[in-house]
DNA sequence: AGTTCTCCATACGCCACCGTACGGGAAGTC
DNA sequence: GACTTCCCGTACGGTGGCGTATGGAGAACT
């Protein structure tokens, strides 16, 4: 999923990666569809890992930039965000990114209260935020050469996270 | 493409949904790949006309407001970049998503030029505004309840414009 | 030692879609 | 009026994927 999306996942192509047949497949997986909900339980789980581990920076704008920077320089994929929002309407897909994304909004927003927003602006900001994550996620997958390179990517971050520096 | 992506580009399907078969469409087109070539220029063609629009707009931040309205309620998907980037692997769109939002963002840098930033913080900012456009397109596809509704929705996309504010 | 349970491979039918072959009618052309 | 060109429909083969049926080898239990 991280590498191709939510179409990469195919029952005969992964058994053929595994160098195994669909039979194996089928007796641990009822369907597609199973395999596909465990997959998202992982990333539940790795989310919750993430905000915990940004949860234990106790400097609440140092915990932003940190946030920045995963988003810059995290595994390729490392947030299947963007998958899934293409595909939310798969039944299975939908439910997961509606709670999880609910989720790290919330996160964000309580973030920047934290950071002395007031509650509406801090859920509006996180939403901003949010936004900006989703767009460099996709950008880094399907346009990566239009990111800056090398020295000037550094001095873009730094400009991102200038931007949603949170302004009470 | 528009509503449901990509994938919804198929022959069969397509020609259903016309009254006809495919025995027609492969009289006007190629194959699948020259459909989507053509609608692809239509994009191009249609993209030109959207940055035509607003460069009839003289004032160069109302221009930037407008820009940002759009990103908002134009129609829906009526931007298929989104579309375009998760797809940027086929070999039909990746250049033509390249041409595009390069002058798209070149484009946008002039912009923020005439609004008296220095060259290298003009393409910076354009590309943060990219990314926010593209983000808000992605979530309005596939979380639109995420975003606030109603009274919020216009204090929001006040927010947004107010974030990407060219700020010499 | 026999039985049951676990795990996996082979084989099958089904569906959706791509692209091609071919035929035939309608419309224009000489 | 014969001929060609345009446009489209039907039929076919091929591919890739899903899910099921079935059998079988080995482990585990009794």
């Known amino acids: 999923m991280?590498?191709?999306?939510?179409?990469?996942?195919?029952?005969e192509p992964l058994a053929e990666r595994l160098g195994?047949?669909?039979?194996?497949?089928?007796?641990?997986?009822?369907d597609r569809d199973a395999l596909i909900h465990a997959a998202l339980e992982l990333w539940v789980e790795e989310s919750d890992a993430m905000m915990s581990a940004a949860a234990r920076i106790t400097d609440p704008a140092e915990r932003g930039r940190w946030l920045t920077e995963f988003a810059f320089t995290g595994p390729q994929g490392a947030d299947i965000s963007t998958t899934l929002l293409v595909n939310s309407t798969h039944p299975v897909v939908g439910p997961f990114l509606e709670r999880v994304t609910e989720?790290?909004?919330?996160?964000?927003?309580s973030l920047n209260e934290e950071l002395g927003l007031a509650p509406e602006a801090a859920r509006q900001h996180a939403l901003a935020a949010w936004m900006v994550a989703v767009?460099?996620?996709?950008?880094?997958?399907?346009?990566?050469?239009?990111?800056?390179?090398?020295?000037?990517s550094d001095a873009f971050k730094r400009y991102i996270m200038e931007l949603l520096r949170p302004r009470p």
Chains 1, 2 share one sequence.
């Open 135 to 152: 767009g460099i996620a996709l950008v880094r997958r399907g346009a990566p050469q239009l990111l800056p390179q090398g020295d000037e």
């Open 103 to 109: 989720q790290r909004i919330a996160w964000g927003a």
């Open 20 to 30: 195994t047949t669909k039979g194996s497949f089928y007796w641990h997986f009822k």
């Open 2 to 11: 991280r590498e191709s999306g939510l179409g990469a996942i195919a029952v």
